[in-house]
Nanobody, 119 residues
Framework: QVQLVESGGGLVQAGGSLRLSCAAS????????MGWYRQAPGKQRELVAV??????NYRDSVKGRFTISDDNAKNTVYLQMDSLEPEDTAAYYC??????????????WGQGTQVTVSS
């Protein structure tokens, strides 16, 4: 079993910043991919940013404003969000692909944290 615990969401004014954290615990052999998704009311869940083996990718709308990073020693991924816009308002979910043994892996989701950006 692997659990993800997120923190750092909240209410912020447009132009402000927030930092999300997601820590994994449990039967972890290796974490392969760490990412952040978001889902606004009435919309599909969408990928925001992903990091794997030091390489990062972002959806176009957050490039230059959001930064994903990880701390492998702590099994933690971060999402620094700057210059926030009302359109960034959503529930943000952490996602990881984790090897629990050298031959077995699973995909795990966090519980979600709300980010609300006021105009």
């Amino acid at each position: 079993q692997v659990q993800l615990v997120e923190s750092g969401g909240g209410l912020v004014q447009a132009g402000g910043s927030l930092r999300l954290s997601c820590a994994a615990s449990g039967s972890i052999f290796k974490i392969n991919v760490m990412g952040w998704y978001r889902q606004a009311p009435g919309k599909q869940r969408e990928l925001v940013a992903v990091i794997s083996a030091g390489k990062t990718n972002y959806r176009d709308s957050v490039k230059g404003r959001f930064t994903i990073s990880d701390d492998n020693a702590k099994n933690t991924v971060y999402l620094q969000m700057d210059s926030l816009e009302p359109e960034d308002t959503a529930a943000y979910y952490c996602n990881m692909v984790v090897n629990t043994t050298p031959m077995r892996y699973l995909e795990v989701w966090g519980q979600g944290t709300q980010v609300t950006v006021s105009s």
